[in-house]
């Protein structure tokens, strides 16, 4: 065996592949009954599956899914057309790209935002571009880096003075700016900037007074559908279909993939790796491991700091991983009626990404009342009804699946409460607040799935719940990424690479950082 594999999440399965491709001998290892991470589907009520952890598709790097012919093994994306705004007064905004149709949705709200809108995306989008070019990148060293690395800055460099003057003073805003100050620059109307503001909170767990945390908002900008950039889809089958893609990819090319195989320490000797541990006492051994674990999972726990430089595991405990999110799934026995736009019959909105935002001070109060350890009451809730275009994912006619990602659900609960406590108490609160948009909720739920932070760090290995394994902030990206010694996925000990969302360019089914690091990898040996 030359490589192991940890986790058999849409990263590692991608490493895999692409050191297969290489010529080499891998095995992927995964704890979980089935491979994909958080990039799964499964049946959470009898009769009804869906993407369990992340639901939506938009950054999955189109040379990974070329390279590794996903579209021969049953990928395929539809793009979601439609964004709609519910609030709990009643109101709404729901935007479909007509330019027709959105002009006068927003001139509701304002007679200007629609074509302030337009110019926002339309430096979104230079500003994307430029972060985008590097995500296939290997992003150069701070420490003792020598000619590559400078060219590799120089390419960075070059790629910013190709904006205009107006993009680049808007990068720097972006990467040091709150995401307040961007916002009240751009629009005039509270509901427009509610949409924008909101745009930060998937995975990212800030203030919109925080500087950098726009970043979130560019690093979720940067994707692709089906050829339509900026766009977002499902996939039919729900997100396991990627990943299950990808295994039967990896199969193909001989890499061993075992499943139930929780690995408890990885071996290290003389600050070389030798292979793992599982759970149960069975050593495999591998001159190289690449790890799809978190930073905090992979230095601190499987490695032990007793292997690591004292003052790169002092900066690994540092590394801030939280995002402050909870996942819901809910088995529907009908459509849901919104209050804003009546009706049980499929809609547009029905088959829209929602966003439930009430205004930015809904925002701020979310963070507030999290930072206190107490969860969002209401919180910030994107949403989604996956089988409205895909009736695969429920057995029975008019039936359907809705996802529900909570933010500001803080890891730590205020006066020690356990979230197992917590949790039926806070699936109440939510779902009392979808019910002032959706009146009709608990009429048609009859059943559902609620993950905590808790729950996502016990199912899915990711600390604290990180859905991006660390958070998406100016100090923790590019050559800081998780640490400058290990930002271009070689790590302190030799064989022991990064290819999970901890690693450059961050969170998100990206499959960039397993590529990247088999690349790493492949070229190392």
Sequence with gaps: MDVIVIGGGHNGLTAANYLAMGGLKVCVLEQRHIVGGAAVSEEFHPGFRNSVASFLVSLLRNEVIEELRLSEYGYSATVVETGFYPDSNGDYLLLNGDDLHDRREIARFSNSDFDNLNDFHTVVDKVGAVLSEQWLREPPRLHGGGVSDLLDAVKLGLDIRKLDAEARWRFLQFFLGPPDTIIERWFDSEKVKA?????????????????????????????EVAGEKGAWG???????TITQAMAKSALDKGVDIRINASVEKIIVESGMVKGVRLLGGEELFAPIVAANTDPNRTFLKLVGKEHLPDA???????FRQESASLRINLALSGLPDFACLPGTE??????????MVESKDHIEQAYASAKLGIPANPPIIEALIPSTMDDSLTDEPDTHVMSLLCKYMPYELADGEHWD????RVFEQIMDHVQTMVPNIREIVVGHQCLSPLDLERMFGMTRGDICHGKLEPDQLFSARPHPDA?????????????????????GVTGAPGRNAAKKILRSL
């Design 346 to 355: 499929l809609a547009e909105h029905h088959r829209s990404s929602m966003m």
């Design 234 to 240: 499902i996939v039919p089958g729900g997100m396991g």
């Design 487 to 507: 930002a271009q996925y070689s790590t302190p000990v030799k064989g022991l690479y990064l290819c999970g969302s901890g690693a450059h360019p961050g969170g």
């Design 195 to 223: 949409m924008i503001a909101a745009s930060i909170t998937p995975g990212n767990y800030a203030s919109l007074q925080q500087p950098g945390a726009s970043l979130a908002m560019l690093h979720h900008a940067v994707g």
């Design 312 to 318: 790169f595991a002092r900066d690994i405990e540092g």
């Design 421 to 424: 406590d917590a949790k039926p």
